[in-house]
C-alpha cells in the first residue's frame, strides 16, 4: 500500500538531499513534486495543495534552508504534515457506556461485515469485552449467515431475526437482549447501501436514531480512491458518523482517499483492515502511517503484532526444551503455525524499515510454510520427537509420502538443524548474561 507515494516522496527527497546547497529553487521543485505525486496516489487537489502550502510555509519558518541537514528537515517537516492531515494524535474507540453500542455503515462491499467481525474480536481479547454481533442486514439472507460464521469462528454470539425485514426493530431487539443477557458490546452490522438510495439512507439514520450508538463507524473500501471521499461526505452529513475505518488496505491501493477523508469530513480515522482474516485488523495511528507512507516502516506496529501472538507459556516450554538439546519437529511446527498466526508474511515484512521497499518486487512464497508442512507431516511421532532417526532411507519415504524430492526433503531438514543451532546459541548467550543485542527502535 501506499507503494507510488512513498518511493516518489523518496525519490523527491533524494535529490534535495543530495544538493550540496539548497536553493529555495530546489525546495520549490520538491514540493511540486510532492503535489504531484499525492495527486496521482489519488489525494484530492484541494488537500494536496493545501498540504504543499503548509509545508512551504512550515520549511521557511524552520529556515531550511540555512538549517545543517535541509534534506533532512524537510522529511521531518513532510513527515509531521503528513501524521497532521491524517489527524495527528490516535483516535480512541469509546467504550463508555453499558452496553456500548456500536454501529456500521458504509457501501456495498466495502466491508462492514468482516469489519464487525474483526472488531468483536479484538475487543473481546484485547479489551476482555463481552460482545454480542447484531445481524442487522435484512436484504441478502446470505448475509446473515455470513455474521454467524465469523462468530462461530471469533467465538462471540449472533443475533439475528432471519423473519423480520426491520432492521430498526432488530436493532433494539438486540440492544434490548444484550442487556438482560449481560452483554456489554454490541455491534450492529447493516446492509451496504449507496448514497444516492434515499429508502436506504433513511433507513440507517432510523437504526442510529433508536439505538443511539456510542460510536457510527463509517467503513470504506480504500481502493475506491477519490469516490471513497464523495462518499464519506454524503453518509456523513446524513448520519453524523463518529469515526472512519479503512479497508483493505493490503490491497493494491493507492491510498489517497485515506489521506484525504480526514481533511474533508473531520471526522478521525479509527481502525484499517488489512487483510480477510479475523486478526487482520490495526488501530490507525496518523504518525505511524506517516512512518510507512515515507518508508520508515511501521516497526512499532510490527512489534505489536508480534506480541499479540506471543504466547508466554509456549516460549517458556520451549525455552526448557532448547536448554535440554530437545528441540524437535514439533516445536518446529509449534513455531511455523504462530508465525502463520501474525499473517500475511508480505504484509509483515514491509513493515520493516527500509526493507518494505527492498522486497517490493521479491515475490515471497507462502507456500514455503505448506512444504514444510507437508514434509513434517509425512514423519513419524518418533521421527518428529527424535529427529537423529532421520536417516537416508527414512528421507526417502518421507520424501514419498510428502510429494516432495529428496533434495527438499533433505534442504529442510538442514534448516530445521541450522534453526535449531541459532536458536540454542541465543539461549546459551542468555543464560550466560551476555548481551544479545536488540534491534534499536527508531525515536523521532
Ligand atoms: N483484502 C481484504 N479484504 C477484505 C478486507 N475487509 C473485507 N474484505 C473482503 O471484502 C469482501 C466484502 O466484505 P464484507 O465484509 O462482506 O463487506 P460488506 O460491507 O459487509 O458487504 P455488504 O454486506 O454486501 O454491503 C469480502 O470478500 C471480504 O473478505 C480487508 O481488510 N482486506
Ligand atoms: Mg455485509
Redesign the pocket.
Known amino acids: 500500500m501506499f507503494e507510488n507515494l512513498s518511493e516518489r516522496l523518496d525519490r523527491s527527497f533524494k535529490l534535495l538531499k543530495g544538493e550540496g546547497k539548497i536553493t529555495e529553487i530546489n525546495v520549490a521543485e520538491t514540493l511540486k513534486d510532492v503535489r504531484k505525486a499525492l495527486l496521482d496516489a489519488d489525494v484530492n487537489y484541494k488537500v494536496a495543495k493545501q498540504f504543499t502550502d503548509m509545508v512551504k510555509e512550515k520549511a521557511l519558518g524552520q529556515d531550511v534552508l540555512t538549517s545543517v541537514k535541509p534534506g533532512q528537515l524537510m522529511v521531518k517537516i513532510v513527515h509531521d504534515e503528513l501524521a497532521e492531515l491524517m489527524g495527528g494524535a490516535t483516535a480512541e474507540i469509546n467504550l463508555q457506556g453499558s452496553p456500548v453500542i456500536i454501529l456500521m455503515a458504509?457501501?456495498?462491499?466495502?466491508?462492514?461485515?468482516?469489519?464487525s467481525g474483526k472488531l468483536a474480536n479484538m475487543l473481546k481479547t484485547k479489551k476482555g469485552k463481552n460482545p454480542l454481533l447484531v445481524a442487522a442486514?435484512v436484504y441478502?439472507p446470505a448475509?446473515i449467515e455470513?455474521l454467524h460464521v465469523l462468530g462461530e469462528q471469533i467465538g462471540v454470539p449472533v443475533y439475528s431475526e432471519p423473519e423480520n425485514k426491520n432492521p430498526v426493530e432488530i436493532a433494539r431487539n438486540a440492544v434490548k437482549e444484550a442487556k438482560t443477557k449481560g452483554y456489554n458490546l454490541v455491534i450492529v452490522?447493516t446492509?451496504?447501501r449507496l448514497a444516492v438510495d434515499e429508502q436506504m439512507m433513511q433507513e440507517i439514520a432510523a437504526v442510529k436514531q433508536a439505538i443511539q450508538p456510542h460510536e457510527t463507524l463509517f467503513?470504506v473500501d480504500s481502493m475506491t480512491g477519490q469516490d471513497a471521499v464523495n462518499t464519506a461526505k454524503e453518509f456523513n452529513d446524513r448520519l453524523d458518523f463518529s469515526g472512519v475505518v479503512l479497508?483493505?488496505?493490503?490491497?493494491d491501493t493507492r491510498g489517497g482517499a485515506a489521506l484525504s477523508i480526514r481533511t474533508v469530513v473531520s471526522k478521525p480515522i479509527k481502525f484499517v483492515?488489512?487483510?480477510?482474516r479475523m486478526e487482520?485488523l490495526d488501530v490507525f495511528h496518523p504518525a505511524r502511517m506517516a512512518d510507512r507512507i515515507l518508508g520508515m516502516g511501521d516497526i512499532v506496529s510490527l512489534v505489536e503484532r508480534v506480541q499479540a501472538q506471543y504466547d508466554e507459556e509456549e516460549d517458556r516450554k520451549l525455552q526448557k526444551k532448547l536448554a535440554k538439546n530437545q528441540f524437535d519437529f514439533n516445536d518446529f511446527m509449534v513455531q511455523i503455525q504462530q508465525v502463520k498466526k501474525m499473517g500475511n508474511l508480505k504484509d509483515l515484512i514491509a513493515m520493516i524499515p527500509g526493507v518494505g521497499k527492498m522486497m517490493k518486487d521479491v515475490d515471497i512464497d507462502e507456500n514455503a510454510f505448506k512444504v514444510i508442512e507437508s514434509v513434517i507431516h509425512s514423519m513419524t511421532p518418533a521421527e518428529r520427537s527424535n529427529p537423529a532417526l532421520l536417516d537416508s532411507s527414512r528421507r526417502r519415504r518421507i520424501a514419498g509420502g510428502s510429494g516432495q524430492s529428496i533434495q527438499e526433503v533433505n534442504k529442510i531438514i538442514k534448516q530445521f538443524d541450522n534453526i535449531r543451532k541459532m536458536m540454542q546459541m541465543m539461549t546459551a548467550a542468555k543464560k550466560s548474561g551476555g548481551k544479545m543485542k536488540m534491534p534499536v527502535l527508531r525515536k523521532r
Do not use: I, N, P
Request: hydrophobic share 25%; proline share 0%; net charge negative.
Open positions: 458504509g457501501l456495498q462491499g466495502s466491508g462492514k461485515t468482516t469489519f442486514d441478502r448475509a455470513q452490522d446492509a451496504g467503513v479497508t483493505k488496505l493490503d490491497g483492515g488489512t487483510g480477510e487482520a
